[in-house]
């Protein structure tokens, strides 16, 4: 195990080494918690070097994201009229994992918004265009009543890709 310390500027000062906050007003300041005033502050860290890839005992199938559901292998039956998914026939083999091949999101289980909302944000217009099917502003993903069509969804993420 390797270890790290150094001194670093102490994050919740910016190095000033005071806390002005709602209760510091007109010109006040105290003493940072986090460095006792001294705008510094030790960063130790360990670390165990790299060698490869460790085996994971246990593991049949491997996954990109449960998208919020508890996942398992075999058949299981999911609420919000998602049904059965046959969990075998999704992901990849560990043995594949393994050998580099990468899950695809289970797309039954969520939309595009639900899997990598991040990427959706990043396609022009993507967003929008779920408010639109939406028929306005989504406060929650999961609530958008445009769910039942998800599959659609997919083939819109996958086409502006």
Request: charged residues 25%.
């Amino acid at each position: 195990m390797k270890k790290i310390e150094m001194q670093i500027e102490c994050p919740n000062c910016g190095g000033t080494g005071l806390y002005q906050g709602m209760g510091e007003g007109n010109g006040a300041a105290v003493i940072c918690h986090t460095c006792n005033g001294t705008a510094k502050k030790t960063f130790k860290y360990s670390y165990n070097e790299f060698t490869g890839r460790k085996i994971r005992k246990g593991v049949h199938r491997v996954y990109l994201s449960g998208m919020g559901y508890k996942i398992a292998t075999g058949k299981l039956n999911f609420a919000n009229g998602i049904g059965e998914i046959d969990m075998d026939k999704e992901g990849v083999s560990y043995a594949e994992f393994l050998n580099g091949k990468m899950p695809e999101h289970i797309k039954r289980l969520g939309c595009p918004m639900t899997a990598d909302q991040g990427a959706c944000h990043e396609i022009k217009g993507f967003v929008n265009k779920c408010e639109e099917l939406n028929g306005g502003w989504i406060g929650r993903i999961t609530s958008c009543k445009y769910q039942p069509n998800k599959l659609e969804c997919w083939e819109r993420f996958k086409s502006s890709k």
